[in-house]
Nanobody, 125 residues
Framework: QVQLVESGGGLVQAGDSLRLSCAAS??????MGWFRQAPGKKREYVAA????????YYADSVKGRFTISRDNAKNTVYLQMNSLKPEDTAVYYC????????????????????WGQGTQVTVSS
């Protein structure tokens, strides 16, 4: 059974850090990404990473603060979030695709075939 399970969310204060994890199982994935959705807003792209981990991409709103990485031996992708802001408050979703992809393809929700259940991140001021 194919599963993506996010963890690591929580309630923190502005300026704090969190590290999200996404454990994949059931099959091998290629590109993986993180998206988020705040109440009443559309789901938006946050970050993505290629199969080797050497190619990473970030939304402008999180550049310099968030870092995406992966450990293929553990079949896990991470999102290190530093200098958190109240605007980062959202449900964060992990996504994955078994197909190879890079560049602009990894910024599109339609690229991804599998999605996790989400983990809540709340940043207070």
């Amino acid at each position: 059974q194919v599963q993506l399970v996010e963890s690591g969310g929580g309630l923190v204060q502005a300026g704090d850090s969190l590290r999200l994890s996404c454990a994949a199982s059931g099959r091998t994935f290629s590109a993986m990404g993180w998206f988020r959705q705040a109440p009443g807003k559309k789901r938006e792209y946050v970050a993505a990473i290629g199969v080797s981990g050497s190619m990473t991409y970030y939304a402008d709103s999180v550049k310099g603060r968030f870092t995406i990485s992966r450990d293929n031996a553990k079949n896990t992708v991470y999102l290190q979030m530093n200098s958190l802001k109240p605007e980062d408050t959202a449900v964060y979703y992990c996504a994955a695709t078994p197909r190879y992809g890079s560049g602009y393809l990894l910024l599109r929700e339609s690229t991804y075939d599998y999605w996790g259940q989400g983990t809540q991140v709340t940043v207070s001021s």
